[in-house]
């Protein structure tokens, strides 16, 4: 009974570890690389905390005087410091429960990305990359009319962030 317990604790610490090590702290040193980061709880971790397959993005907590673009800009950031790592999905989570994910190619897409592309571009087109947590389509590809495409694309931007946090944290207020 007590050499389970202690390898139960020596796996469990060793996961923590792990975590901390190659998830946690690039992601949080990602973020802090900017002021305005500091009014999103954002923390990384793996799938379960043990699959490595799996980067989990999951949001505790934001300001009320945050805006979604603050929200896009930690995920962003977080995506570039994973932007040399290969996930086979990447999880948008509200307090430990998965709302969205993003293939984890995409993912990488938006790090590799991050310095050059036009983040205007980036988050117009970001719902349509995104999946529901069975890995079906969430939101529409728009054809057609620039203008109209943009602005469908934008109403469905803003839908995913009401979806994964909005409106769960405006109760909380």
Not at 10 to 26: C, D, H, K, Q, S
Not at 94 to 99: A, V
Not at 137 to 154: D, Y
Request: net charge neutral.
């Amino acid at each position: 009974m007590k050499k389970t317990l202690i390898a139960a604790i020596i796996v469990i610490a060793g996961a923590i570890t792990a975590n901390g090590i190659f998830v946690t702290w690039p992601a949080l040193r990602a973020k802090a690389a900017d002021s305005r980061n500091e009014n999103v709880s954002l923390y990384a971790h793996y799938g379960w905390g043990v699959n490595p397959t799996t980067l989990v993005l999951d949001l505790w907590d934001i300001s009320p005087t945050a805006s979604m673009a603050d929200v896009d800009r930690v995920l962003l950031d977080t995506a570039e410091a994973f932007k040399n790592r290969s996930f086979s999905k990447v999880e948008l989570a509200l307090r430990g429960r998965t709302r969205f994910r993003f293939e984890g190619s995409y993912f990488r897409q938006l790090g590799e990305e991050r310095d050059w592309q036009n983040p205007v571009f980036t988050i117009r087109t970001m719902a349509e990359n995104t999946k529901d947590p069975e890995g079906r389509p969430s939101f529409e590809t728009w054809t057609g009319g620039w203008l109209g495409v943009i602005n469908r694309q934008m109403e469905d931007h803003h839908e995913m962030h009401r979806q994964w946090y909005i409106n769960d944290l405006s109760r909380a207020y």
